[in-house]
């Protein structure tokens, strides 16, 4: 709980596709992963694998795309699910800073053909000593 994810790049370039996928991966079974840009959030609870107990950790999708002003976040509750649960935010520069020092930014841009992309990933807080690991492990693997 309290990873944030914040989803970048142009309309089309993939933000709800990784989400859906994502969101995916957590379920036992595939769900229904509608876009959440009217409804602005859709949370989900999955069983977490990692900590060994039953308790379910929840997964917040935001996509803010129609958000004029950060100030309509407020009634999301997105601080809480900020550090209760794993978020997904499409168009994160909508909140004006109001991020967590502790992200993972994924900016998403067309690929070569149509159906690629080319994802680049920024750490922030320990997302930074997390990616640096993993490309670690990449290198001597």
């Known amino acids: 709980p309290g990873d944030v994810f914040a989803l970048k790049g ?3 370039s993939g933000k709800t596709v990784f989400a859906r996928a994502f969101i995916n991966a957590r379920a ?4 229904e992963v509608p876009s959440p840009t009217f409804t602005l959030v859709q949370a989900y609870a999955f069983p977490d694998p990692l900590s060994g107990s039953d308790g379910a950790v929840p997964v ?4 803010l795309f129609r958000i004029a002003d950060a100030a309509e976040t407020r009634e999301l509750g997105m601080e809480d699910a ?3 649960g794993i978020s997904l935010i499409e168009w994160p520069e909508k909140l ?4 967590p020092d502790d992200r993972l930014e994924i900016t998403l841009d067309q690929g070569p053909t149509p159906d690629s992309r080319h994802a680049r990933l920024v750490g922030h807080g320990s997302w930074r000593r997390r990616l640096d690991a993993i490309a670690g492990n990449k ?3």
């Not at 036992?28 to 769900?31: D, L, N, S, T």
């Not at 004006?96 to 991020?99: A, V």
């Open 139 to 141: 290198r001597r693997g």
């Open 96 to 99: 004006n800073g109001r991020l």
């Open 10 to 12: 142009a309309l089309g």
């Open 60 to 63: 917040y999708h935001f996509d």
């Open 82 to 84: 900020f550090t209760d």
């Open 28 to 31: 036992a079974a595939p769900e």
